[in-house]
């Protein structure tokens, strides 16, 4: 069995090597540091191309159904990363539920910090010197936290369309197509076929619909629009402006908002104009008060824009931009430019898990035969493009960033808000955005994100006499900077900046980009670890530095009085954080020639660090500074594995003894009923992938499926929570390709015996590598990786490694 090692230079030139040398069970092994540079050694030889032609049949990634949408939960949704809608694609009375991301109450002036200082600080150190531990939760809750907060993200409202003649409809099909981001919904009026068209097209900001019928009488419709009363108060109102145009303007209110676990009225917020145009090819269209009468058009299309304060000052000028920008464009065009604009996201990279049986099965009847114990290779790879669709849909450069249900939202008072938790779920969020093409999707991230280290500032200076940024476990669009939450448990932690500032350095990794590692991330991890330096302070007794309070997000522990409690001196997921936010920003430093006292100082205290991965007696790595009895062994959090993904201290290669502690550990949260949401179960699907273990992966992949999954394969907590969508479309990545440990890629690193052939093209790795990959019965049958920057890296797979030394746009090949 033969095997050829391709190179491509700048120019295009391809540099081939070919070696018959395999191991005795036929794949062929390459130690390449003996024949690499190849531009060194073998640029005076020029062959011609070998193009490799293995292609598995492509399952299309469409959502679909033979029946509309009942419940919200079984709509389909769509997103231009700002405005969405979720259709629910009822023919003769539909409803679309629509959505824009800044529809917040309040502003960014509305409250302050918590009253506590220094003095309350080090009263709650005091404590817990003493081991008053319920001391300690109290006086942090009350001194430090705005408890309870009820200030949520809001929707939009709805579109109704009501058919004069919904008494003649039967209903076909309602989809959903991936590639192109298009919902539709098939159905038959008096016989006669009918459809409807649903995109939100980022080229022209809007919502876009499409109505097509041929009956011969064509469609007879009334089209109004309306909000959800906010506890029984009008919170917009709708008017016709003319002949083929509604308004719909308001503002947000938060009437049952709450501060500091007491009701509070929030009286003004975000508002908006949004503005719905009718565009008919044949028939009449004519408005009442609040009504768009359509009367006898075989087609015609909605075109629905919104403005708000939050974007734009004039924002009912900015309403009228953007419709006189498309009120002229025809349907054709509009679609053209759409998916034109959305492929360029979403066709970077391409998965095919084998499934090459015709996709003749409805999607919510596909999740109900995994239920019952059928596995679905279709399902499982049409999850992994959702969460991608999703991430694309809700997540552009200029919007706000992924909320915890995304964009996708029908409350006036959401659950958690919909706001953003620091505590695992924001960062879950985007944890598939660089590994799987689609890096700039973190620009909102980082730009709220931003805002919010700025805001720390002040926290970390008036809360606890601190340098540095103090980043609360939870924030909302006006970027709030204290803890809430009535508990200590819940809400009483410190750790989040340091886990956003592995987002920000994961970041660099992967893109190699100095510019944002310069002027983003640095600054960013110089303001965490400046906060955590002033943080620390001595272990008793052992003179190592710790994080005081400390807790593990969001669980307790029995003390030696016998009492539930939170906090604590260095717990193992504070302890973990830190050494990581230390050890990249010192990283960052060295790579940027930055010298300060921070830096020295840092560097000290690193050394000094008590450690945050503790081994127990039981093999398991320790939650808390001491083996405490656990309140809750099954706890859906699995903070104490930080270090292990998704930070990188611990792996196989370098720390045997950790790597062999974290499944001891994930073993016996799920012996004790674990994973019990489906975020937590996407968090276990990758442990799985790090311990290197497809089959235990693919088992958690089948119980999320059967488990944790809506009609509409929305994540189920539940209620809906969008972060176990990108949790495992992260995960499954990471079955595929690991890159976390320093300068090594590891190919198929926990290819489960399900996956047996397969493809991938588009991948990212850290070090900017592209890879693209095809597999056969369980073996890699070929790879490519590109270089999007100058670079070393050593492959491996299976055992094998070869190391690969490529300038910025070589490839790399080979055929095995």
Same mark, same amino acid.
């Given at each position: ?11 295009g030139?391809i540099?081939?090597?070919? =070696?018959?040398?395999?191991?005795? &069970? ?17 640029l ?35 997103g ?7 259709v ?5 009375m ?35 010197? %003493? ?38 409809v ?18 038959t ?40 009363e ?27 908002g ?10 003004d ?45 004039d924002?009912?000028?900015? %309403? ?49 035969? $995994?239920? =019952? ?22 997540s ?8 915890l249900q995304?964009l ?14 620091l ?11 660089? $590994? ?37 476990h ?8 204290f803890?809430?939450?009535a ?8 750790? /989040? ?32 670890a ?48 830190? &050494? ?62 930080? /270090? ?12 045997p ?17 674990? &994973? ?13 992938a790090?311990?290197?273990?497809? @089959? ?39 079955m ?13 690193p &926990? ?13 990212k ?41 490529? @300038?910025k ?8």
């Open positions: 069995m033969k095997s050829s090692i391709t190179q491509t230079t700048p120019s030139m540099l081939i090597l070919r =070696d018959s040398t395999c191991k005795p &069970a036929g794949r062929c092994g390459y130690l390449v540091s003996s024949i690499i540079t190849f531009k060194k050694y073998f005076s030889i020029l062959l011609s191309a070998i193009l490799y032609n293995y292609a598995l049949a492509q399952s299309p990634s469409v959502l679909w159904y033979n029946q509309p949408a009942i419940e919200w939960e079984e709509g389909l949704p769509v231009n990363g700002r405005l969405g809608a979720m629910l694609g009822f023919p003769g539909e409803r679309i539920q629509l959505n824009e991301d800044s529809l917040w109450p309040g502003s960014y002036e509305d409250w302050g910090l918590a009253e506590g200082n220094r003095a309350d600080l080090d009263q709650i150190r005091t404590f817990l010197l %003493a081991g008053e531990n319920r001391k300690a939760d109290s006086l942090l809750v009350l001194k430090f936290s705005r408890k309870g907060v009820t200030r949520s993200h809001q929707t939009m409202g709805d579109l109704w369309i009501d058919f004069d003649n919904k008494e003649t039967a209903f076909k099909k309602r989809s959903l197509d991936l590639a192109t981001a298009t919902v539709r919904t098939e159905y009026m008096d016989g006669y076929p009918t459809s409807e068209e649903v995109i939100a097209s980022a080229v022209d900001d809007a919502l876009v619909i499409r109505f097509k019928t041929e009956h011969p009488e064509g469609f007879h419709a009334k089209i109004t629009m309306s909000r959800p906010d506890m029984g108060f009008a919170t917009a109102k709708t008017i016709a402006l003319n002949g083929s145009q509604l308004e719909m303007s308001g503002m947000v209110t938060q009437r049952g709450q501060l500091d676990s007491q009701p509070l009225e929030i009286l917020g975000v508002k908006f104009r949004t503005l719905l145009f009718a565009q008919n090819q044949s028939g009449e269209i004519s408005t009442s008060d609040t009504t768009l009468v359509i009367t006898g058009a075989k087609e015609f299309t909605l075109k629905l824009v919104s403005a708000t304060s939050y974007y734009h000052p924002f009912e000028s900015e %309403a009228d931009r953007q419709l006189d920008k498309i009120q002229l464009k025809s349907w054709g065009e509009t679609l053209h430019l759409h998916q034109k604009e959305y492929a360029a996201w979403f066709d970077r990279l391409q998965l095919d898990l084998g499934s090459v049986e015709p996709d003749n099965i409805p999607t919510d009847q596909r999740i109900e035969r $995994v239920k =019952d114990g059928v596995r679905d290779l279709h399902l499982e790879k049409l999850l992994f493009d959702y969460g991608r669709y999703l991430l694309i849909s809700s552009r450069p200029g919007s706000n960033p992924a909320n995304g996708w939202n029908q409350h006036i008072s959401a659950p958690w808000n919909a706001d953003y938790h505590n695992i779920n924001l960062q879950m969020n985007y944890w598939p955005a660089d $590994v799987t093409a689609l890096s700039s999707l973190n620009q909102p991230f980082f730009d709220f994100i931003d805002g919010v280290i700025e805001k720390g500032k002040i926290g970390a200076r008036e809360n606890f006499d601190m340098a540095g940024s103090m980043v609360p939870t924030t909302d669009l006006w970027q709030i900077s803890l809430q939450a508990t200590a448990y819940w809400g009483g932690w410190i750790g /989040a900046g340091g886990w956003i500032g592995r987002h920000y350095w994961d970041h660099y990794l992967f893109t190699q980009d100095k510019e944002f590692l310069k002027e983003r991330a640095y600054p960013a991890l110089e303001n965490i400046a906060f955590y330096s002033d943080w620390l302070v001595e272990y008793p007794q052992e003179g190592t530095l710790v994080s005081s309070p400390s807790t593990s997000p969001e669980n307790q522990f029995i003390n030696a009085k016998g009492e539930n409690v939170a906090t604590t001196m260095g717990s193992a997921m504070d302890q973990q954080i830190i &050494a990581d936010i230390f050890n990249n920003y010192l990283k960052a430093s060295d790579i940027l020639g930055k010298e300060s006292p921070l830096k020295e100082r840092v560097q000290v205290q690193l050394n000094n660090l008590r450690p945050g991965v503790q081994i127990a007696d039981d093999g398991r790595i320790l939650e808390w500074d001491q083996p405490y009895e656990e309140y809750e062994p099954g706890h859906r959090h699995l903070s104490h594995l930080y /270090a292990f993904h998704p930070g990188d201290a611990i792996t196989q290669s370098k720390t003894e950790a790597f062999a502690a974290a499944r001891k550990t994930l073993e016996h949260r799920l012996a004790n009923g674990g &994973a019990g949401t489906g975020w937590s179960r996407a968090w276990l699907i990758n442990f799985s790090r311990l290197l273990d497809g @089959e235990m992966a693919h088992e958690h992949i089948q119980k999320l499926l059967s488990q944790s999954l809506y009609p509409n394969l929305f994540d189920a907590h539940p209620p809906f929570q969008i972060d176990g969508n990108f949790g495992y479309t992260a995960g499954v990545a990471e595929l390709i690991q890159s976390h440990e320093d300068g090594l890629i590891r190919l198929l &926990a290819l489960p015996k399900a996956w047996k052939n397969g493809s991938i093209s588009g991948l790795a850290r070090g900017n590598f592209t890879v693209d990959m095809v597999w056969k019965d369980g073996e890699l049958k070929f790879y490519r990786i590109t270089a999007g920057s100058s670079g070393k890296t050593m492959v491996l797979y299976d055992g094998s490694e070869m190391d690969l030394d490529l @300038e746009g070589q490839s790399f090949e080979i055929e095995l």
